[in-house]
């Protein structure tokens, strides 16, 4: 794969809550979510009767926002539900813990749509990424008109083709896509390319990179689905041979997605650390490249390296 450090299309910035993301690479560091009451998450007690240890869901998530803030890389929570009034329960409960923006993360679109009444309720709209609106679902004409009635903002758009696995499968499944979402009024569009197995990340890298090229869109992926799946990596090396894939894996998808999904949020302290690191040296390619360097005080280049960046800027 070869990096590209400047997309001639307009690449879209957008903004949920206070984070920003998207545009020219390196510009901003990508999105990180995390997913919370997930399958097999030992936090939940009871899913029927939404009981589940507050007290370990709190620390979990104020130590997502600690490294998002100490890193200057940006964390979502993504919590995940079976049914609406599951996924009701959880959202209470976050926006009782947190004021940050916050996904969700349903599979079954009539729940979604459901959980997702509830939010908008509350008024929660600007802090809502909808995740996500897939080739896979009943209804997207109907979806998104429902979503534009409730004021839905940021949205997820997953692309892929099931005829054509490839890179060039994402765009195409895409652009029949967003002639369906496009009515919907969202302000950001973020675009899912679905990693299908960890050696085939590699497609929706590739994929990444023809998105921001035609459309200029936010775009990313879930790594962690290739190497979560990887289940004999855990066998052969134990885990810490899997934390230094997931690590690993994490870095080389930072240097081409806008966000990316992580997967349990117990990996948050080795992925934030790890995409902070990568972020920081793509900035300083684009900068040898382009000359330019990113505005943000935040960004990690500038938060963690400063002392690189003056003498950058003294050359």
Same mark, same amino acid.
């Given at each position: 794969?070869?990096?590209?450090?400047?997309?001639?299309?307009?690449?879209?910035?957008?903004?949920?809550?206070?984070?920003?993301?998207?545009?020219?690479?390196?510009?901003?560091?990508?999105?990180?979510?995390?997913?919370?009451?997930?399958?097999?998450?030992?936090?939940?007690?009871?899913?029927?009767?939404?009981?589940?240890?507050?007290?370990?869901?709190?620390?979990?998530?104020?130590?997502?926002? =600690?490294?998002?803030?100490?890193?200057?890389?940006?964390?979502? +929570?993504?919590?995940?539900?079976?049914?609406?009034?599951?996924?009701n329960?959880?959202?209470?409960?976050?926006?009782?813990?947190?004021?940050?923006?916050?996904?969700?993360?349903?599979?079954?679109?009539?729940? =979604?749509?459901?959980?997702?009444?509830?939010?908008?309720?509350?008024?929660l709209?600007? =802090?809502?990424?909808?995740?996500?609106?897939?080739?896979?679902?009943?209804?997207?004409?109907?979806? +998104?008109?429902?979503?534009?009635?409730?004021? +839905?903002?940021?949205?997820?758009v997953?692309?892929?083709?099931?005829?054509?696995k490839?890179?060039?499968?994402?765009?195409?499944?895409?652009?029949?896509? @967003?002639?369906?979402?496009?009515?919907?009024?969202f302000?950001?569009?973020?675009?899912?390319?679905?990693?299908?197995?960890?050696?085939?990340?590699?497609?929706?890298?590739?994929?990444?990179?023809?998105?921001?090229?035609?459309?200029?869109?936010?775009?990313?992926?879930?790594?962690?689905?290739?190497?979560?799946?990887?289940?004999?990596? =855990?066998?052969?090396?134990?885990?810490?041979?899997?934390?230094?894939?997931?690590?690993?894996?994490?870095?080389?998808?930072?240097?081409?997605?806008?966000?990316?999904?992580?997967?349990?949020?117990?990996?948050?302290?080795r992925?934030?650390p790890?995409?902070?690191?990568?972020?920081? @040296?793509?900035?300083?390619?684009?900068?040898?490249?382009?000359g +330019?360097?990113?505005?943000?005080?935040?960004?990690?280049?500038? @938060?963690?390296?400063?002392?690189?960046?003056?003498?950058?800027?003294?050359?």
């Open positions: 794969m070869t990096l590209k450090f400047r997309y001639q299309k307009e690449q879209k910035v957008c903004q949920i809550g206070g984070i920003r993301l998207g545009g020219q690479p390196g510009e901003n560091p990508p999105l990180l979510l995390g997913s919370l009451f997930q399958k097999g998450d030992k936090l939940v007690e009871s899913r029927k009767k939404r009981k589940f240890d507050r007290a370990g869901a709190t620390e979990r998530i104020q130590e997502m926002e =600690r490294l998002a803030d100490e890193t200057g890389v940006p964390g979502m +929570v993504a919590m995940v539900a079976n049914s609406p009034e599951e996924m329960a959880y959202v209470d409960f976050f926006v009782s813990v947190s004021d940050r923006p916050f996904a969700i993360d349903i599979w079954v679109q009539n729940t =979604r749509l459901e959980a997702t009444k509830y939010i908008c309720e509350q008024g709209q600007d =802090r809502l990424l909808y995740n996500s609106i897939t080739p896979w679902d009943e209804d997207i004409p109907g979806q +998104v008109a429902m979503l534009r009635d409730l004021g +839905v903002k940021h949205i997820v997953q692309a892929f083709d099931v005829e054509d490839t890179p060039t499968g994402r765009p195409k499944s895409l652009r029949k896509m @967003l002639e369906m979402v496009e009515g919907g009024g302000e950001s569009i973020l675009v899912d390319t679905a990693v299908m197995n960890l050696p085939a990340t590699a497609f929706s890298l590739l994929a990444n990179s023809l998105v921001k090229d035609e459309f200029g869109l936010p775009v990313g992926s879930a790594p962690s689905n290739g190497t979560y799946m990887w289940k004999k990596s =855990r066998e052969m090396w134990g885990s810490k041979g899997f934390v230094g894939i997931d690590a690993g894996i994490h870095a080389i998808c930072s240097l081409a997605s806008d966000f990316m999904l992580y997967g349990p949020m117990t990996g948050s302290q992925v934030f790890t995409v902070a690191a990568s972020s920081a @040296l793509l900035a300083t390619l684009v900068y040898d490249d382009t +330019v360097l990113p505005e943000s005080e935040s960004h990690p280049l500038n @938060l963690l390296f400063s002392d690189m960046v003056e003498q950058l800027v003294g050359q």
